[in-house]
Nanobody, 114 residues
Framework: QVQLVESGGGLVQPGGSLRLSCAAS????????MGWYRQAPGKQRELVAV???????NYADSVKGRFSISRDSAKNTVFLQMNILKPEDTAVYYC????????WGQGTQVTVSS
């Protein structure tokens, strides 16, 4: 069983920054992909950013140049640095990790509002 613990969400003004963290624990074998998805009210869950075990990254077009994903593989932790936040970034952000199977975190709320 794998547990994902997310932290770092909250309320921020437009133009501000937040840093999300997600630590995976439990029986973990060969995590390949780690990443973040988000779901806004009334919308489908969408990819924000993912990073492979080799360091390759992929970002949604809407966050390129503003968000940065990184990982500490030794600690099974993934980070999402979010800068220049916009109201449309408001959503529940979910951590996702994939090895032989995929696992989701419980979600952390990010609200961008003045």
């Amino acid at each position: 069983q794998v547990q994902l613990v997310e932290s770092g969400g909250g309320l921020v003004q437009p133009g501000g920054s937040l840093r999300l963290s997600c630590a995976a624990s439990g029986t973990i074998f060969s995590i390949n992909i780690m990443g973040w998805y988000r779901q806004a009210p009334g919308k489908q869950r969408e990819l924000v950013a993912v990073i492979s075990s080799g360091g390759m990254t992929n970002y949604a077009d809407s966050v390129k140049g503003r968000f940065s994903i990184s990982r500490d593989s030794a600690k099974n932790t993934v980070f999402l640095q979010m800068n220049i936040l916009k109201p449309e970034d408001t959503a529940v952000y979910y951590c996702y990790v994939r090895g032989p199977a995929g696992y989701w975190g419980q979600g952390t709320q990010v609200t961008v509002s003045s």
